[in-house]
């Protein structure tokens, strides 16, 4: 039996995504500003030109919302940290292209990581604890590279290492708006580096 082909999207579908994708990204500055309590769902809808009730046309309400941000941006980051665990078997390689991985997500989504600091217990109890989960797998990617890096460390250690480096590598976005990505990229790195116990590591192509 031939493999099925999925069919291109129709103008339609492909209309609604984007728009599903324009309410979740006004979503993150929208909470990130006023926080998921201060911001109405009529609030949402006029950041991308159509009507409060409009809304449910791509979301149950405002929980639901809140909940593709932070479950999707989760299941991003562990799906993408695996696969950049998987295009190399070099652990130190490996655990510089995870500190590369996730400063693109810090720098590209640092209104989604305040969401997620400050609004996390907003979500329904399933979907925190599914957000949770998503997190918990994140950091033991790190801990399984850090283990193959630093074997004579205890993994009790390399789990702070890398809740430490998640800690710097998000907070500082936010206080240097004002200074150049590139500045800011070169920063962290060399700091994150530094954290994890590894010298420095030359980018490869693939982590770029």
Avoid: C
């Avoid at 979503?27 to 949402?44: K, Q, Y």
């Avoid at 190399?88 to 997500?105: P, Q, Y």
């Avoid at 925190?128 to 590279?145: N, T």
Wanted: hydrophobic letters at 45%; glycine letters at 6%.
């Amino acid at each position: 039996m031939s493999a099925s082909v999925e069919s291109p999207p129709t103008p339609r579908s492909q209309a609604k995504a984007d728009r599903r994708e324009a309410l979740l990204e006004a979503a993150a500055t929208l909470f990130a500003r006023s926080g998921f309590n201060g911001a109405s769902l009529e609030d949402l809808g006029a950041a991308v030109g159509i009507s409060g009730p409009a809304v449910y046309r791509h979301f149950s309400g405002k929980q639901a919302v809140l909940s593709a941000l932070l479950v999707g941006v989760s299941e991003d980051l562990v799906a993408g940290g695996s696969t950049v665990v998987d295009q190399t078997a070099d652990a130190s390689a490996a655990l510089g292209d995870l500190v590369r991985f996730h400063i693109n997500f810090a720098l590209s989504n640092p209104d989604v990581i305040r969401v997620q600091d400050r609004d996390l217990d907003s979500l329904a109890a399933e979907d925190r604890h599914r957000v949770r989960a998503l997190q918990r797998s994140y950091v033991e990617l790190w801990v399984s590279v850090l283990r193959r890096v630093h074997p004579e460390v205890s993994e009790a250690l390399l789990r702070i290492r890398a809740h430490a480096t998640f800690g710097l590598l998000n907070s500082t976005p936010h206080s240097a708006r004002s200074s150049s990505q590139s500045d800011v990229r070169t920063l962290l790195e060399e700091m994150a580096i530094a954290a994890l116990g590894l010298s420095s590591v030359t980018p490869r192509d693939s982590a770029q």
